[in-house]
């Protein structure tokens, strides 16, 4: 004897590429919003790597013009600051875009349905034998 899903898929070969193409179709829009989730990470992290080097560069400036003109003027250390306000921002946007959930929620949950009803096809199989 073969185990049903077995029986419905030589049987209804048309039932298991809808169930798959159902399948693809879902991971595709969990894809779409994962990859957007991930190029605004990227960006954020981009944004902070170049902040952070503009920091270091306008307070490598800032040192060399105090040492050349012996005077530390304010406006000579608020520039480096700047890009670096930026950069902790950046970055702490980059560390908290991502949430607490996993990836791919609706193949997940349609995963843990789907072996659900399984499992509950098994037992009344089982119950029937």
Not at 69 to 87: E, I, K
Request: aromatic letters at 8%.
């Amino acid at each position: 004897m073969l185990p049903p899903l077995l029986r419905v898929l030589l049987g209804e070969p048309r039932l298991a590429i809808e169930y798959a193409s159902a399948y693809a179709a879902l991971l595709k829009v969990d894809v779409a919003g994962w990859k957007a989730q991930q190029m605004r990470r990227l960006g954020h992290l981009l944004a902070a790597v170049v902040s952070i080097v503009l920091a270091i560069l306008f307070a490598g400036f800032a040192l060399t013009l105090a040492a050349a003109t012996g005077s530390g003027h304010w406006l000579l250390w608020v520039v480096p600051v700047l890009p670096l306000t930026v950069a902790i921002a950046a970055s702490w946007k980059a560390r908290h875009t991502l949430p607490a959930l996993s990836a791919f929620p609706r193949v997940r949950a349609q995963v843990a349905q789907d072996r659900q009803l399984f499992d509950i096809k098994e037992q009344n199989d089982e119950l029937r034998t």
